[in-house]
């Protein structure tokens, strides 16, 4: 009995040893695998992005962080993506000269604030009376769209993809109802881009101020309407508590988003970081449209409870159709003018034609029979 004590408490020690230097065997690996390690993150590609937006910038700033954090953690941390904010590089409509120079890897803005530098940018964004964000992600990514903005944006030395989607925007923030054509006469708007130009064929007075500045605009009466984006990103302004009247949108129906990249460095990026980097900003991209409508709906609960004086307001038939002719001539003064931009046009109407169809008696057809 003594014996087999002596015995089981040899084979315990032996086993305590065994795992003692097992332990040992495993730190000595771990030492060895250290200097490797510390190897691949001085290699680290670091690249530099710069954004249209101010840091902290919600829903638009945070989707640049998640497709950011999602390289690195895919790569293993081979390429890290930092970014620099508006405050910081001072550019916010510098974006694409940046990236072009290679100044930054990367940008990250929205392709309609290029339309003075090139008029083909702005179908890259959303279009007056044009697609709704399923459409246009589907014409995007299958019906020629990625192809035909890789053909514009090779001008300017970049590669560009979507950048996230607001969903459709609201028409804006209105201190009279606008009944007839008569009382867009003088109407002093904030709304930039195409819809800026088709107002101010309809004699609106058409200005674009700094978002920082919008509130006081309005509410001293320096600006009588103005539109942002939607409840998603209006509420924190406050409009609500100065304009009782919120339009229904028709301008900007599916604004997108639009990361870029300088050509030359994505050339030269090895093939699973480029795997990883389209991947990573299409899913934040997608990401950013989920998170809009989320946005919207929960603010908008807190707007309509929160400010029951406000009225959800559509312009009048009369002022649609006006808007609708206008913008079919615009469409067709530039397309006379510029090879490129009848061939994008072309292709969004026709596709446009064609998802629409399907549009009507799929979630239109259930919505108007479903709204409770
Ligand atoms: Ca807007």
Same mark, same amino acid.
């Given at each position: ?13 032996? =086993? ?8 040992? /065997? ?13 190897? =691949? ?29 999602? =390289? ?43 339309? !003075? ?63 007839? &054509? ?16 088709? &107002? ?20 001293? !009466? ?15 302004? !406050? ?9 229904? !949108? ?18 030269? &990026? ?6 990883? %980097?389209?991947? /990573? ?85 259930? %919505? ?5």
């Amino acid at each position: 009995m003594k014996q087999l004590k002596h015995v089981m408490r040899l084979i315990t020690g032996l =086993v305590v040893l065994g795992s003692l230097l097992a332990l040992a /065997a495993c730190a000595e690996k771990q030492q060895a695998a250290a200097p490797a390690e510390a190897k =691949v993150e001085k290699e680290a590609i670091v690249w530099k992005l710069a954004q249209t937006w101010g840091t902290g910038f919600p829903i638009f700033g945070d989707a640049v962080i998640k497709m950011a954090d999602m =390289v690195k953690e895919m790569s293993g941390g081979e390429l890290e993506i930092r970014i620099d904010s508006a405050n910081k590089h001072k550019a916010a409509f510098g974006i694409l000269d940046m990236v072009n120079a290679g100044q930054y890897e990367m940008g990250h803005s929205a392709s309609y604030y290029w339309k !003075g530098k090139d008029p083909n940018t702005m179908f890259f964004s959303t279009m007056p009376f044009g697609m709704i964000a399923p459409e246009q992600y589907a014409w995007f990514y299958y019906g020629g769209g990625m192809e035909l903005m890789k053909k514009v944006y090779d001008q300017h030395g970049v590669y560009s993809f979507p950048g996230g989607n607001t969903g459709n925007q609201m028409g804006g923030w209105f201190r009279k109802e606008i009944n007839t &054509l008569d009382d867009l006469n003088g109407l002093k708007m904030r709304i930039p881009g195409f819809a800026g130009e088709i &107002l101010s064929k309809l004699d609106v007075v058409v200005t674009n101020i700094a978002p920082g500045e919008l509130y006081t605009a309005l509410d001293r !009466g320096t600006i009588d309407a103005l539109e942002w984006v939607g409840p998603s990103l209006d509420l924190n302004m !406050g409009f609500q508590k100065i304009a009782p009247y919120y339009y229904t !949108g028709w301008h900007e129906p599916a604004t997108e988003l639009q990361f870029m990249v300088n050509q030359a460095a994505f050339d030269a &990026l090895p093939e699973h970081l480029q795997k990883i %980097l389209v991947i /990573a900003m299409q899913y934040a991209a997608y990401d950013m449209y989920a998170r809009s409508y989320h946005d919207s709906a929960v603010n908008w609960a807190s707007i309509e409870e929160e400010y029951p004086d406000v009225k959800i307001r559509t312009l009048p038939p009369e002022i649609i159709a006006e808007m609708k002719r206008v913008n079919l001539e615009l469409l067709a003064e530039s397309a006379a003018n510029d090879p490129v931009f009848k061939e994008i046009l072309e292709s969004q109407t026709a596709y446009m034609k064609m998802a629409r169809k399907w549009t009507e008696i799929s979630d239109y057809a259930y %919505l108007k029979d479903n709204l409770e």
